[in-house]
């Protein structure tokens, strides 16, 4: 980026990934705040992204020289397998809306999130960035995972048609403070840990479903926050970039378990229900990418990042989205 004032707008910025931005902003000496930038985060309140007026009003209120694009609807399993429409219209309008005006505007980098469940369902192991297109994604939620796919579509055109320097970034499986730790509704950290706290409080047993086995990618929301402004200020391509602990850092869910009960200093009954469906073996994808180019990156151990996110969840256990 250039020494000169930046204002780098963050779309999202009350959500899990936008809040640890905020705090690797604030905090992180390396990847932390540069002299001459500015930055704002945006939540529901500044304005709804799927609708074009409020969108333009934002860009028009801010005028960011950079854009990091959060701003998503996401839901669980079963709010995408009833409503794959909802979640491919007004994921395609924010996105479609959020890209406009940052071409309109003279952005000078935007950088989109996607997700690894938008990969083809049908495909080989280790995912990696050339494979997002190679196939249809998981029947649940296509509706989802074909308007994030439009982002490339629309990056590699924008780029063509325009110059423009648009890009986005694959995050595997996200956790930590600021999670949404509904219980049903929820990714499987932050469900889990709400269900172990609710163990402890009322003496009943912790039961995990499934055998425990199945192996996940889980990055921290702090190492992500950290390569998020990384790839803001150096990755130079269109195509996406996976944004990844190394494939030999995959943890198995009786793994995640164990972690929270230790964080949680729970010590009751602590078992797996084995009549309970797995879900897929593993899903593994490649970091390759990012560590050939970012090769000094250092990961936060996963016991460590999961232990601040239990304290967080205890510390504002009134408070949080659950
Ligand atoms: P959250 O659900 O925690 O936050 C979503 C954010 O988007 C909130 O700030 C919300 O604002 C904002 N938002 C939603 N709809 C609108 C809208 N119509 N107009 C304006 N703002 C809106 O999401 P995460 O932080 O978990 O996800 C961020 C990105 O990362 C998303 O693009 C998601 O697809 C992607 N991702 C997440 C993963 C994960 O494990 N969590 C994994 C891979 C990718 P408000 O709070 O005001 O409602």
Known sequence: MSPSKSVIMVTGGSGLVGKAIDWVVEND???GKREGEEWVFLTSKDGNLIDPAQTK???EKYRPTHVIHLAAKVGGLFGNMAANLDYF???????DNVLHNAKEFGV???VSCLSTCIFPDKTSYPIDETMV???PPHD???GYSHSKRMVDVMNRA???QYGCNFTSVIPTNVFGPHDNFHLVNSHVIPGLIHKCYLAQQNNTPFIMAGTGRPLRQFIYSRDLARLFIWTLREYQEITPLILSVPEEEEVSIKQVGDSIVKAMGYTGDYR???????GQYKKTASNKKLMSLNPDFQFTPFDVALSETVEWFKENVDTIRK
């Open 29 to 31: 000496s390396k990847y």
């Open 158 to 160: 924008y780029n063509q």
């Open 133 to 135: 297109h190679q196939g």
């Open 108 to 110: 000078k980098k935007v």
């Open 89 to 95: 219209r007004d994921n395609l309008l924010i996105n």
């Open 272 to 278: 797996f229900d084995t009549t309970k469906a797995d």
């Open 140 to 142: 649940s939620n296509y």
């Open 57 to 59: 009003a934002i860009f």
